[in-house]
Structure formats: C-alpha cells, structure tokens
C-alpha cells in the first residue's frame, strides 16, 4: 500500500518538546519530508530527510528515520505559539512520473 | 520573487456550472500538480503534469480535467461542478531530479459546490 499515516492532533505547553510520528508503508521510498501548513496558507518545506539517512539536525528541528520500521519523526525542541500549524509527513519515490504521498497532517498546538 | 499563483482565491459557485481554477508558476518548474485537501484525508493528488503536453492523473482524477499548454500555467476545470468536489485546491510545482524534490505550494482556492 501507499498509506503514510500520522496522529491528527497534538497538544504542547510552549517551552517543551514537540514529537510528531509518521509511519509509511513504502521501502522503496527516496525521500521523505515534513511540510508545515500555517493558517490560511499553502504548505511549506520545512525539512526533509534522504532514505539512506538516519537522523537529522536542523537548528530547532530534528528528525529521525528508522527505514526497518518505516517510522519517521519530527522533534521541535523549544516549541514556540508560532509553531502551531498542520505538519504534514510526505514520501517521494520514483515511480517513472514521480509521487510524493501526503499523510493527513498533524495539527500541533502550542499553549502559551 | 518565486512564488505559485492560483485564482481564485475562493469561490461559491452552483452544481453544473463550469468552472477553472487557473494556476501559474514563475520558477521554470518542469513538474505541476494539483492537489486536493479534506479534513482528515490530507492532500490527495488530482493530476499532475511532467512537462508541456504530458498529462497524467493522480488518485482521484474524476470530474476535474488539466491541460498544459504553457510550461507556467496548469489549470484545473471542473466540468460539471458537484458538491462532493467542495475542497480546498492546491496547485504546486517542482524542480524533479531523478529521485524526487520539493514542492512549491500555491496558497490554495476554497471552492464551494451548492
């Protein structure tokens, strides 16, 4: 199958750590991606991952790819109110027209 | 500055009456695409476009229709509108390497089938 699943809702106190979970089901898949989808807007890349990876560090973000489990995450240390959105997990694989596969999203919330 | 447009922004239209959801990009993107998202579903993919001419169709393909004349321009027509087609569309574009690459975003249109 093709399904990229994540939980639809996530709730932080602002100061903590934030971890949003995606499974997917594609071995084959090349990349993987989190898009951040803010009110009102399109989606936006906000980090990406290649499949031979296993972690990776960006500033505020990490993630992190376990291929044997087809389990990826998306860690936002010192979460923010500016970072409640609709995070969005995607993979992309080659299937001669290439696919990206969108997941539902997970909508964080931040309390100040 | 780089950027995807589409028009309308939002729209309230009636079941059967014609309508295009126009979408241009100014990055020189080989690769377009329509996406529609619903609560719950996420993005689901309408029909995408590799290159000028070459159109191919996504998941859920019926009741739209795309055409590619121009490599800036990917509109998406509905036909015959009905209410279950009432969605939020995104039109993206991207620069594909051989192993896949980012999409640049449009900032949607919220269509309404009465």
Same mark, same amino acid.
């Given at each position: 199958?093709?399904?990229?699943? $994540?939980?639809?809702?996530l709730s932080v106190r602002e100061g903590d750590s934030s971890?949003i979970?995606?499974?997917?089901?594609?071995?084959?898949?090349?990349?993987?991606?989190w898009y951040k989808q803010e009110p009102g807007a399109?989606l936006q890349l906000l980090t990406?991952?290649?499949?031979? +990876?296993? +972690?990776? $560090?960006d500033q505020r973000l990490?993630?992190?790819?376990?291929?044997?489990?087809?389990?990826?995450?998306l860690r936002i240390a010192d979460t923010q109110t500016g970072d409640s959105a609709i995070y969005?997990?995607?993979?992309?694989?080659?299937?001669?027209?290439?696919?990206?596969?969108?997941?539902?999203?997970t909508r964080l919330f931040v309390k100040a | 500055?780089?950027?995807?447009?589409?028009?309308?922004?939002?729209?309230?239209?009636?079941?059967? %009456? %014609?309508?295009?959801? =126009?979408?241009?990009?100014?990055?020189?993107?080989? &690769?377009?695409?329509? &996406?529609?998202? *619903?609560?719950?579903? /996420?993005?689901?993919?309408?029909? &995408?476009?590799?290159?000028? #001419?070459? =159109? *191919?169709? /996504? *998941?859920?393909?019926?009741?739209? %229709?795309?055409?590619? %004349?121009?490599?800036?321009?990917?509109?998406?027509?509905?036909?015959?509108?009905?209410?279950?087609?009432?969605?939020?569309?995104?039109?993206?574009?991207?620069?594909?390497?051989?192993? /896949?690459? #980012?999409?640049?975003?449009?900032?949607?249109?919220?269509? =309404?089938?009465?």
């Open positions: 199958g093709e399904d990229v699943e $994540q939980s639809l809702f971890v979970n995606c499974t997917y089901t594609d071995s084959s898949s090349t990349y993987l991606y399109g990406y991952i290649f499949s031979n +990876m296993d +972690m990776k $560090q990490t993630v992190l790819l376990n291929k044997k489990d087809k389990h990826l995450s969005f997990c995607a993979e992309s694989k080659d299937t001669g027209g290439f696919k990206t596969i969108f997941g539902a999203g | 500055e780089a950027q995807v447009t589409q028009n309308p922004r939002y729209l309230i239209t009636v079941t059967g %009456k %014609k309508l295009t959801v =126009t979408c241009s990009q100014n990055m020189n993107h080989e &690769y377009m695409s329509w &996406y529609r998202q *619903d609560p719950g579903l /996420g993005l689901r993919q309408i029909y &995408y476009s590799m290159n000028v #001419e070459v =159109t *191919d169709k /996504g *998941d859920v393909p019926e009741g739209y %229709k795309v055409s590619r %004349k121009e490599k800036r321009n990917f509109p998406l027509i509905l036909e015959s509108p009905s209410p279950n087609q009432t969605s939020l569309y995104f039109c993206a574009s991207s620069l594909r390497t051989r192993f /896949g690459g #980012e999409l640049f975003f449009g900032e949607g249109s919220r269509l =309404t089938v009465l």
